[in-house]
């Protein structure tokens, strides 16, 4: 089992920035891939970031490519998701994801674990 935590979430105006935290705690060897989600008001759950165990491959959806950065220490087991120049279309509830088998992906179905997320708020 893995347990996920996620902080940092919180109100932030157009423009500004937000630095999201997942803890990890249990199996945290076998998180091979880790990922961020989110889900807006009656949209469904979208894939936006995902990172390798030893941070050597990374995806972003396109609508986030150029301002949110993942990264990920394995030290720390820890991944964090730093979201600059953020828009109102961003606000959502973040939730972190692990994947026990090897590959990026942005299928919901392929993540084995989830954290109970956290609100992003971003007012215009």
């Known amino acids: 089992q893995v347990q996920l935590v996620e902080s940092g979430g919180g109100l932030v105006q157009a423009g500004g920035s937000l630095r999201l935290s997942c803890a990890a705690s249990g199996r945290t060897f076998s998180t091979a891939v880790m990922g961020w989600f989110r889900q807006a008001p009656g949209k469904e759950r979208e894939f936006v970031a995902g990172i390798s165990r030893s941070s050597g491959s990374t995806m972003y959806v396109d609508s986030v490519k150029g301002r949110f950065t993942i990264s990920r220490d394995n030290a720390k087991n820890t991944v964090y998701l730093q979201m600059n120049s953020l828009k109102p279309d961003d606000t959502a509830v973040y939730y972190c994801?692990?994947?026990?088998?090897?590959?990026?992906?942005?299928?919901?179905?392929?993540?084995?674990?989830w954290g109970q997320g956290t609100q992003v708020t971003v007012s215009s």
């Open positions: 994801a692990a994947k026990t088998s090897l590959g990026i992906t942005g299928s919901i179905s392929w993540y084995d674990y």
